[in-house]
């Protein structure tokens, strides 16, 4: 037996590969957990020759073919698993942090297997290699154990035993407490959450929404500052597709805006070079955050409705293991907005003649063009004002909305009662088939009155500019005989007797293009939300 780890000491790669990684981010692997530290090898084992060796009466025994050391021990509160981060320094791959579920190496010789099989982990070529690696791992663990308590940790974002963890923080009813992250978390999303610059600068980014034209925009908007009130529906999520077949409308920016409601929104948003793995498990890791999906353009009809639809369900797609046993995958409740060329319930009708459960789960909104976008003062397009400003700006309102939120003792109630208020104001009803559409407009109506509250109303904002016009409208208005009457589009239109909808046609100045105006349908859908 020593001849033979003689034999492999003069094939070892070690020496060559050492000192020639500077970090595992090289190796497009998790950042490494500020609070890991390697802990000291159990007794009786030892790295001898760039390998795991057990010593007994002199002799080393093997146990894994790289050295393999516990980098920290805790416990995941996201998931409710005590976790061990390992890392294995393997010759020919280099460094590789991989999370162990602690139960798993209580769970028996399969579990353990799949486990090494699933993260490309080989101790050695033997059985006895996995299972003396095994029963390593478990005696390094139970001395830790003795040692000192786990510590507590976060692999995601979101709501999480009563209180939301957004970047390092968690929100809570008593305040606001700094949290370690897992190492799952990588380098760029431990930072994206930050705050940054002025929340006034940031709300004059708004205004540009108050402009006639800029209802849809200004409702994503509301609909990306109300995403954690979603995890109090009954609903998982769902599509907002912002579309327009030409550019330079602002798609773009309002997913930029969104994004900076809670930090820093290049960051944050899923790039159009993003694998739909990649995507899902970032709605995994951001959980009741809004995402943003930039240029979903060129996906197919099957790849829309695929995306609809599991955006819909909450939840990564089961995979088979190799033991041909279900691995669950992460979940999500969250809405989740795309900018596109081209209209998603135009790609859901043509894809198959059964699309309406698709279509219940996407909104589309028209960006139009319009005189915000089309030009700036000055020379400078509104885009790119915005841009700059959101740069040096983010992650401000998101924080102070949560703060209000995780104030409110029963959340459940509110968005409940949140339902029937959005209906008795704006005597408006959806239908059965409505219920993500309605969903998505309570929690833009509940996250609006909770800005109003802290400061971001119809008066604070008016004694900041005095240019600024509110207006809040109901079906059939406050007073009347239809004033208790749900308004709906069929029933504005059985009284409109000419059949068509209220609209004015602007005489066109010398040279320039007539154009009609049809406002109603605005407001008929989303007045006043």
């Known amino acids: 037996a020593r001849g033979a780890w003689d034999a492999w000491d003069a094939r070892d790669a070690w020496v060559a590969w050492d000192g020639k990684v500077a970090s595992p981010v090289q190796l497009s692997v998790p950042a490494p957990d500020p609070i890991a ?65 602690i139960d798993t190496l209580a769970a028996g010789k399969d579990k353990w297997t799949a486990f090494l099989f699933n993260n490309s982990i080989a101790p050695g070529p033997t059985e006895a290699h996995t299972a003396s690696t095994r029963i390593f791992l478990k005696t390094y663990l139970e001395e830790l154990q003795s040692k000192a308590k786990p510590i507590d940790t976060y692999s995601r974002f979101g709501w999480v035993d009563g209180g939301f963890i957004l970047g390092t923080r968690r929100f809570h009813a008593s305040g606001v ?70 550019s330079g409308t602002g798609k773009t920016t309002t997913g930029h805006i969104i994004n900076s409601i809670w930090g820093n929104p290049k960051t944050i948003q899923i790039g159009r070079n993003d694998t739909m793995n990649a995507m899902y498990h970032t709605l995994v890791q951001q959980h009741n955050l809004p995402a943003y999906f930039e240029e979903i353009t060129n996906i197919t009809g099957e790849e829309t409705s695929d995306f609809v639809y599991n955006v819909a369900h909450g939840r990564e ?53 319009n005189a915000v976008f089309d030009g700036g003062q000055a020379g400078t397009p509104t885009g790119l004002k915005i841009a700059a400003i959101l740069r040096e700006n983010h992650g401000l309102a998101g924080p102070k909305l949560l703060s209000a939120i995780c104030r409110v003792p029963d959340l459940q109630a509110l968005v409940a009662s949140a339902y029937g208020a959005f209906q008795a104001e704006f005597k408006f009803e959806f239908g059965a088939k409505e219920r993500y559409l309605q969903a998505a407009h309570v929690i833009a109506y509940l996250a609006g009155r909770m800005a109003e509250r802290l400061g971001l109303g119809p008066e604070e904002c008016l004694a900041r500019n005095p240019r600024l016009v509110y ?48 406002p109603p349908f605005h407001m008929r859908r989303k007045g006043g939300a």
Request: net charge neutral; aromatic share 10%.
């Open 177 to 246: 407490d700094d949290v370690e992250l897992a190492s799952t978390v990588t380098a760029d999303m431990r930072a994206a959450y930050e705050t940054r610059g002025s929340l006034d600068a940031w709300v004059s980014v708004t205004d540009y929404f108050n402009a006639p034209g800029m209802e849809y925009y200004a409702m994503c908007v509301l609909i990306g500052m109300g995403a954690p009130l979603l995890a109090f529906t009954d609903l998982d999520g769902f599509v907002v597709s912002m579309y327009s077949p030409e």
């Open 37 to 101: 530290v390697v802990h000291a090898l159990p007794y009786g084992y030892r790295i001898a020759n760039g390998r795991v060796v057990r010593v007994v009466d002199g002799v080393a025994l093997p146990v894994c073919n790289f050295p393999l050391t516990v980098k920290a021990r805790y416990f995941d509160r996201a998931q409710g698993k005590a976790m061990a981060l390992l890392e294995a320094a393997m010759p020919a791959e280099g460094t590789k942090l991989v999370e162990l579920p």
């Open 471 to 518: 207006g809040r409208m109901t079906g059939w208005g406050q007073e009347g005989p239809l004033a208790q009457a749900a308004g709906h589009a069929v029933r504005f239109r059985a009284i409109d007797v000419s059949g068509g909808d209220i609209a004015h046609f602007d005489a066109p100045e010398k040279g320039a293009t007539p154009c009609w105006h049809e």
């Open 317 to 369: 797609r089961r995979r088979l293991t190799e033991k041909a046993t279900l691995r669950e995958g992460g979940s999500w409740k969250l809405p989740v907005f795309t900018s596109t060329n081209r209209s998603l319930v135009s790609k859901l009708q043509n894809n198959k003649l059964a699309s309406e459960g698709e279509l219940q789960r996407l909104i589309e909104y028209p960006f139009c063009r």
